[in-house]
């Protein structure tokens, strides 16, 4: 085997990918080439880092140090000075590393300090591409471990005392549903993945498969044995081609291996996975609608019971768990029940991953151990909040979910807290509003989300949802009153009273969360015609201020409509009947000039 | 038959490979799905003389067929432009900002949400998470990812295609 004195290791995520990693790579080949660096140096493709916001991001090993923000021109310089000369390129270090202290690992990173990363242990360390990288992480020790030295019993008993609870969402724990799969007595049964990650912001369960799709097949075997099942199901998004496509390599290099396939590791146990595309439709992440799906069919969710462990897939005894459930699972098995089970808060065990997004300084993946506060997430591991703005509130389990406000930023997060607060876990997109967010706005957003994806199958959710973006749609426009308000409020309790599926039924939670911590942002819309962040069109007008005004009629040649007037060492006025709230002259005002008068 | 026959041929090689895919996964259960995302892979979307195909060599009822073509939203009725365009509207995107680039979006090519120019060049479709919020606001112009876009951005990418 080839030595090599150094690695760079780019990554190939698909946000990095956006941004043009797979040139960079190209391009330390040839600058190696040039520099007739290739038998020392290597480059390596990996899966995602967790920094999205400031990729593409290069990491050179044995220092350790993360370069961010790559141009394809940089090159040239990271292989002349670092790789020749031993001079690392300071200008395009991450903020947080300096060059004295660097280590061996990321820990010099402010981003990666508070994080704990169990589920992306391998993400953005090893090439998914090469199953002997993730078989020199371990990989595929705890499928032999399981298969040659422990009981079906004792797998779901380790998996029970671990305390995991699925992290799709519900937060079932996971031992149980194993459990009870296994208890059914049916000559076939499956497993399931559900991959078809559809909350918007939500990208873990992605990055897990593109950065590390070995652990899923992993894990999927060990699950087949434990409850007794031969074949496998993962259903992926058809939005995530580059994970689709890593997904089916690493399938056959692990049937090439005899890791997948029958008699694993020279034992009875057979076991063989099937990919199924998904189609673009978010209730098929609902796991009976899920299914249904799997079948071929309109992705409609079936009432339950009977569930799945009972009656799934082909209406057989079937195991569904989500990506990030199943990644954590290898560990378990390798490092014990105990030692997962000392991770995190009394009822919720181990860590989670949260997409962090909107408006805030490091968008990306994080992963920190359950208990971790919301100011932690949002100031010491994503840099806080851009241009100088506050932190207004942090949104959790997409549609399904609600609001975190200011106010209760200490929150140490985890299952039950967030279900105090009002909200859910979900499947972890963490989406942070700023100042100049409109709640009334965000609430009418999802509601524009759920009728634009509600299957249609119960009327609660088909007409229901429909009645409320029609309030809120009055309400953002000017023409609500405060009857609307107690309609949404009658609206939400019997929609989620009465509703089919989990989705339905979470459906109103993001206006009874937005109604419960800002109300007077709605009292604001409905009585005063205002809205506050200065967000809902209709209410929001610009005016000049005269005493910034110098005159110099920029506004006035912006503006698409004419409808600035003024002359000079006179302040200009804004046509407020004409105006049509584009924006143009706030932009492009030299002095600051032009506010939103909410 | 179809009307829309063209005279190269190209009609008939489509039809071939449909068949293949159609004989490749006759004995999987539940093929429906993968067989129409392929299908509109050969032909860029889903009409109704290709349902009929499928639904004959899968022996599914067209009536079933129709249902699963019109509940997911990745599968077409209508032909896409040359270079289909998907601005995400995931919430990451939505509060950076996406709506103004829609907008900006529909202006400058002159159609709604869920249609296609005049030439052909162009469709529009608003997306849900693309999965690249790091970048948001994010659309797509085929495989192409553009991030942190900004309405001054649109005429100039739009531009780039049209000379293509």
Known sequence: MQIYRAHILVCGGTGCVSSNSEKIMNEFDTHLNKNNLQNEV????????????????????????????????DV????????????????????????????????GVEFFRKQLRIALRNCGVINPEVIEEYIAFDGYKALAKVLTEMTPEQVIDTVKKSGLRGRGGGGFPSGLKWEFTAKANDDQKYVCCNADEGDPGAFMDRSVLEGDPHSIIEAMAIAGYAVGSNQGFIYIRAEYPIAVKRLNIAIEQAKEYGLLGKNIFGTDFSFDLEIRLGAGAFVCGEETALMTSIEGKRGEPRPRPPFPAIKGLWNKPTLLNNVETYANIPQIINKGAEWFSSIGTEKSKGTKVFAVGGNINNTGLVEVPMGTTLREVVYDIGGGIPNGKKFKAAQTGGPSGGCIPASNIDVAIDYDSLIQLGSMMGSGGLIVMDEDTCMVDIAKFFLEF???????????????????????????????????????EILAK???????????????????????????????????????????????????????????????????????????????????????KCGACMEKCPFKAIFKNA | MSTNNCCCGCADEKKEKLQQIIEKYKSTKGALIPVLHEAQGIYGYLPMHVQKIISEGLNVPLTEIYGVVTFYTQFSLEPKGKYNIQLCLGTACYVKGSGIILDKLKEKLGIEVGKCTDDGLFSLEACRCIGACGLAPVMMINEDVYGRLSPDDIEDILEKYRKE
Request: include cysteine; aromatic fraction near 4%.
């Open chain 1, 42 to 73: 290597k480059v390596v493709k990996t899966g995602c880092f967790g920094l999205c916001a400031r990729g593409p991001v290069v990491v050179v090993y044995p220092e350790g140090c993360m370069y961010t923000m790559v141009k394809v021109e």
């Open chain 1, 76 to 107: 040239k310089e990271i292989v002349e000075e670092h790789l020749l000369k031993g001079r690392i390129v300071s200008r395009l270090l991450e903020g947080g590393q300096n060059t004295e202290e660097i280590a061996t690992s990321l820990d």
């Open chain 1, 450 to 488: 759920t009728v634009d994806e509600s299957c249609g199958k119960c009327p609660p959710c088909r007409i229901g949802t429909k009645r409320m973006l029609e309030i809120l749609q009055k309400i953002t426009e000017g023409k609500g009153s405060e009857e609307d308000i107690t309609k949404l």
């Open chain 1, 494 to 580: 019997n929609i989620k009273a009465s509703a089919l599926c989990g989705l339905g039924q979470t459906a109103p939670n993001p206006v009874l969360s937005t109604l419960k911590y800002f109300r007077d942002e709605y009292l604001a819309h409905v009585n005063d015609r205002k809205c506050p962040a200065g967000v809902c069109k209709s209410m929001t007008q610009y005016v000049i201020s005269p005493e910034r005004c110098k005159s110099c009629g920029l506004c006035s040649k912006a503006c698409p409509v004419g409808c600035i007037s003024g002359e000079k060492k006179v302040p200009y006025v804004i046509d407020k009947d004409k105006c049509i």
